[in-house]
């Protein structure tokens, strides 16, 4: 099982969304790096969930992958802001993943408070000037962050 750190915005698709549907496809990636890491993903992978540009952001609950290798269809759709004129069913360019909510936390980890805990070789989102919205967690890392998200408030 490998761990992931997945950006979305709240108010475009965030956790309580995710709370409400169960499931979600996460579509609409349209960069590369990003793509890649979807694809080396396995059902059973965890992903925490990330609130990005909003005040403040970090990570607010965890998902479960449980399907892979999907093709991401709004790439062939003329009226979404993800359509890309270069895919065809024939020669899809982007893919997605499926997954599950797992847990909403009862306090959100801060990216400020991310930043004093971790660095950015232990966890990529602290880094300056990262914007990549799928990042690969490793394990020591996210065992350290569920130990964090389960502390009470003023207990990190």
Not at 15 to 43: C, K
Not at 111 to 123: C, I, K, M, S, V
């Amino acid at each position: 099982m490998a761990y992931w750190l997945m950006k979305s915005e709240p108010e475009v698709y965030g956790i309580d969304h995710l709370r409400r549907e169960g499931t979600t496809l996460w579509d609409g990636i349209r960069n590369y790096q990003a793509r890649n890491f979807m694809r080396s993903m396995v059902p059973g992978d965890l992903a925490f969930f990330y609130h990005s540009n909003t005040k403040p952001p970090g990570i607010v609950g965890l998902m479960e992958v449980i399907e892979t290798h999907l093709v991401d269809p709004s790439q062939f759709d003329p009226a979404s802001k993800y359509f890309d004129a270069a895919a065809s069913p024939e020669t899809p360019r982007w893919d997605c993943v499926r997954l599950r909510y797992r847990t909403t936390y009862p306090r959100m980890l801060s990216l400020d408070t991310l930043r004093q805990a971790f660095t950015p070789e232990a966890l990529g989102v602290v880094k300056r000037g990262n914007r990549l919205s799928i990042l690969p967690v490793p394990e020591a890392t996210a065992r350290r962050l569920e130990t964090l998200l389960a502390a009470g408030p003023g207990e990190t």
